[in-house]
């Protein structure tokens, strides 16, 4: 029986992981749609979203028949409890990828605003977090959780960093307000994706440890 339900939690677990890795793939092309201005790459993104939703869907039905039938306890449970909560933190992140993606299509025929590099750079620190929170997950390692937890910070003040820097953009050049008004709305999806990864490194400590950090700060998690 145990046997049985270890094989089980790895498949689970190899379903997430797949989840991740799309995940991730639909982070990368936004952020390169809106870096090279390209359409193409913005539709490849919206198109990739019923597959993402697919798997969230495919994540809980076997999370819910693992919980009804197999009846896990402790760590076995608290397993199948934190990847359906990163199942759900990862759609949410498709999602935001995908806002990015529509606003890169509004902005692509018209002329660059001054501070792409910096809104670039600003997403490449959200996907490496990501990326770190998923690198968490795969192995179980709750130091290298907590460690994705302090770099949100960094990324909040590039959302406020960005933010003022293209309100004053608007305040100086009134015709450049519509494009403005979408960057900071795709600056505000940078920072949730964040966010979201932030989440799913707290569930992987909740996983390996069996703490719930949400709404502690950094340092009474290392306690």
């Known amino acids: 029986m145990q046997f049985h339900l270890e094989e089980e939690l790895n498949q689970l677990k190899l379903k997430a992981l797949s989840m991740a890795a799309n995940t ?8 390169r749609a809106y870096e090279k201005r390209d359409e193409f790459l913005a539709e490849q993104v919206i198109d990739s979203d019923a597959e993402i939703n697919k798997q969230e869907v495919e994540i809980d039905e076997m999370s819910l028949r693992l919980l009804a039938l197999e009846g896990p306890v402790a ?44 809104v670039v750079d600003m997403a490449e620190k959200a996907l490496a977090m990501f990326k770190e929170a998923v690198r968490a997950y795969a192995s179980g390692d709750a ?28 305040i100086k050049e009134t015709p450049a307000i519509e ?45």
């Not at 505000?188 to 949400?214: C, H, P, Q, W, Y």
């Open 24 to 31: 991730e793939q639909i982070i990368r092309k936004s952020i």
């Open 75 to 118: 760590s076995d449970l608290r397993f199948i409890l934190g990847t359906t909560r990163i199942s759900v933190d990862l759609e949410r992140i498709a999602d935001e990828a995908v806002n990015m993606a529509e606003r890169s299509m509004l902005l692509s025929s018209r002329p660059v605003l001054p501070f792409r590099e910096e």
């Open 143 to 170: 130091e290298l959780a907590l460690s994705v937890c302090k770099m949100d910070s960094d990324v909040d003040m590039l959302n406020h960093k960005n933010v003022r820097n293209i309100i004053e953009h608007m």
């Open 179 to 223: 494009r403005s008004v979408h960057t900071i709305i795709l600056v505000r999806r940078i920072e949730r994706i964040a966010d979201l990864a932030t989440n799913i490194a707290e569930s992987v400590v909740f996983m390996v440890r069996g703490v719930n950090i949400k709404h502690q700060s950094f340092f009474d998690t290392r306690n």
